[in-house]
């Protein structure tokens, strides 16, 4: 039986963008509610746990860089360890006509990474909400004008009255799993049917040894491929090599059958024959994951559209409010990106919401 609630504002998606709209609307006094459709927290924040369990493996979102603040400042207040991702060694270049080694790591920059996995993130930012707020496997069906100045949002089992609504979740994926009536803008429509999920179209590979023994060879864990399956490929161990891990990132449409055999025939041929048998090998399909990609994912390409004018301002009379990564105008696709777009967002529902009181106000003067 379906039941009825209101809320000053509803949050859709509980990945890093929509946890930290919910964290500031939190602190600013609104009363929300956080709708996520999955059975777990983080979004494309995803980490494989290891035997300790201090130590995890991304299975999603691995770095951030110099200058992206937000991401810097949650982990120093939240507590999250971090450290630098491993740069030592040299690169391999991988044709058809045979692998060169090359001088130096060629493809990573200085970045850092988080010890716990980054999902540690999105557990921070939950972890600052009030019991209640974060409702898991709740999927939201529609969101319509309620006639009455405010949104209806309707999930499988209630209706959800706000006044404001954040929707955290990428806009392609908004556009095909919820029913907006009709009411979006055709220009808002057709941009957000054709803006691209970051890594949506992507397979993430990650290897898990027992140690890293490319580092005894004196290579990076850094390769380039053009051969795939995999295309590049990075160290992804822990602090100290520990859990020693190589990961790769392949187009989604190359997992087929035979694709883990292909994966670890190429990491032998590029490694040797330690390569060829890892503990785990963990394949993240992010064009699998429903409540990441849409079924058009993996025809959308024009990054452009990131950080789009039209992401900027609400929508549906000033209520509906656009956060994720892929509306982010600084570091769309980051971490730092996603905090930023679920910042503004927040923003923009206090703004609205002063406005609204001043117009109150001034009426009752």
Do not use: C
Request: cysteine-free; glycine content about 10%; overall charge negative.
């Amino acid at each position: 039986m379906s039941h009825q609630d209101s809320h000053d504002v509803v949050v859709i998606g509980a990945g890093a963008s929509g946890l930290a709209a919910a964290a500031a609307l939190h602190a600013a006094g609104r009363d929300l509610v956080a709708l996520e459709a999955r059975d777990r927290i983080g979004g494309r924040l995803l980490s494989a746990p290891t035997s300790n369990p201090e130590r995890a493996l991304d299975l999603g979102a691995t770095w951030f860089w110099d200058g992206e603040e937000r991401v810097r400042t949650l982990t120093m207040l939240s507590g999250i360890a971090t450290f630098d991702q491993h740069l030592a060694g040299d690169s391999l270049l991988q044709e058809t006509t045979g692998t060169r080694r090359l001088t130096g790591n060629l493809m990573d920059t200085p970045s850092r990474r988080f010890t716990a996995g980054s999902q540690a993130i999105a557990t921070a930012l939950a972890a600052t909400l009030p019991t209640g707020s974060l409702r898991l496997d709740v999927p939201v069906t529609a969101i319509h004008p309620n006639g009455q100045g405010g949104l209806d949002v309707l999930t499988p089992t209630a209706t959800v009255h706000a006044e404001h609504v954040v929707l955290a979740v990428p806009p392609a994926l908004a556009l095909e799993r919820i029913d907006f009536g009709g009411a979006l803008p055709a220009d808002l429509v057709r941009l957000a049917r054709s803006t691209p999920v970051w890594m949506g179209a992507v397979a993430k590979v990650v290897a898990h040894y027992p140690r890293a023994f490319w580092r005894e060879e004196g290579l990076a864990g850094a390769v380039f491929s053009r051969t795939g399956p995999l295309q590049e490929i990075h160290d992804m161990s822990g602090p100290d090599g520990e859990p020693a891990a190589l990961f790769g990132f392949a187009h989604a449409r190359t997992v087929r059958p035979g694709f883990e055999q292909a994966v670890t025939a190429q990491l032998a041929q590029l490694f040797g024959p330690a390569a060829a048998t890892p503990a785990v090998l963990h394949v993240q399909d992010w064009s699998a994951e429903r409540w990441t990609a849409p079924s058009t994912v993996r025809h959308l390409a024009d990054h452009s559209l990131f950080g789009h004018r039209l992401y900027q301002r609400p929508a549906l009379d000033g209520r509906l409010h656009w956060a994720s990564t892929e509306t982010a105008t600084d570091h769309a696709g980051h971490i730092e990106g996603a905090l930023a777009a679920g910042a503004r967002a927040a923003q923009s529902v206090l703004a609205a919401s002063s406005s609204a009181s001043d117009v109150t106000n001034n009426v009752i003067a």
